[in-house]
């Protein structure tokens, strides 16, 4: 299906310039290009990825993802996550906290294993819906496949910069152990109330998200204010982020930064907001402390921070499934709810 044509960004609301990136550049060990990523990475966390060979796959997963946000409600709860902390399967509209008061949001989205792609028909978590199942071989594991490929080369950069022996951070993402690495499709409904946030506030839970966007609505915090600026879409380039995993790991060197959904801005507001997203994380068997013993830079940064920052104690896999619970309105049972569906925006693990 040829890509929508959508109005464009409007270009009177403020927007926060990121770093573009050559992935090519980067693949063959540019230099300039690599301290570009290591300046992205250390300070927003957020940046856009250019040339990352994986064009056609995420346009086939747009069309995927629109075929599976309009089955009927039922057929997509037949294939829910449920609420005990899984993550893969199907989240239905409203069904998560935006905030600590109460307020519900306004996505939904659906969620494919990378280890139910890669080992398709062989089931390694859970069944999807027939439209996913047709396309699993054809659509979903090509796409899973390359943004591996694609992140696990920019997480063998961080490596080396982190001074980290050879494949310390490659080894903790092997793609033979099961994990919660995983590919998503999110929907926001068109024409939201004004004022109403479509996805609330938070850090990701992984290592690097790879987020694919067509309109407008990604907001980014500035780090030390109360500003939220918008990251406008350029057509072709993915927007690439630190996640919670690579921040605890690297002892805060690489930054995981807040950032949230508004409905799209200006005249884009009236069309359904879609978007792509695969999700690099640790095995769930990993443990989530920077590891201070392999670098010295990390152990310096571990130093001047508050003691215990960077030791959660906890593996990826628990950190992820504790996040997941958590952000269930249905689970608030008291004010510490909330609170315990933090990462590390909330300092409190
Ligand atoms: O849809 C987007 O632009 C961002 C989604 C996001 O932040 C997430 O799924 O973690
Ligand atoms: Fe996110």
Redesign the pocket.
Known sequence: MPVPSYPPFPDNVPTHPLFIIDHELIKAGDPKEIERLWEAATSLGFWYLKNHGTENEVDAMFDLGAKVMSLPLDEKMKFSQGDGGKSFGYKSLGSNLIEASGLRDAYE?FNIAKDDAVSYPSVTHRTYPTPINDAMQSVVAPFVRKSVEVTKMLIDVFNDKLGLPADELGRRHSITEVSGNQA?F?RVPSNLPLGKTA?GH?T?FGSL?F?H?RLG??QVLLPGTETWQYIKPIPGHAICNIGDALHILSGGVLHSNI?R?LPPPGDQANFERH?V?FFLRPGNSVLLNALTEESSLIKASVDRAEPGRFTTGTTAGEWHSRRVKYRRAINQKDPQSWVAGQGTEGKIY
């Open positions: 989205d998503r999110i996805r938070h990701d998200s987020l966007n609505g990604l950032h959904v978007s997203v």
